[in-house]
């Protein structure tokens, strides 16, 4: 079955930027639908955003205009540019296509 490798996670200042990056082995542009999803402690796991094959994106409410999903080309993979940081953004961060296993995440948290 073939596996997400989330990284890029760490300890960001509030109003900080973020990168995380999400790897396969596959060809990350073949995906119907993949997207990023994160759970903080005590809380259910939730859609953060998500990118189609053919680039169109959707965005949950509480990330819109800060958070950008894209895919790299040259790196084969998918992509979160985390802008202006919140301390209630901090979760671990999964990427994944629908129904597909969970992988072990990134640890996203954003404190001073």
């Known amino acids: 079955q073939v596996q997400f490798v989330e990284s890029g996670g760490g300890v960001v200042q509030p109003g900080g930027p973020l990168r995380l990056s999400c790897a396969t082995s596959g060809s990350i542009f073949s995906i119907y639908l993949i997207g990023w999803y994160r759970q903080a402690p005590g809380k259910q796991r939730e859609s953060v955003a998500s990118?189609?094959?053919?680039?169109?994106?959707i965005y949950a409410n509480a990330v819109k205009g800060r958070f950008t999903i894209f895919r790299d080309s040259a790196k084969n993979t998918l992509n979160l540019q985390m802008n202006s940081l919140k301390p209630e953004d901090t979760a671990v961060y999964y990427c994944r296509p629908p129904n597909s296993p969970w992988g072990q995440g990134t640890q996203v948290t954003v404190s001073s």
């Open positions: 990118m189609s094959s053919n680039g169109a994106t």
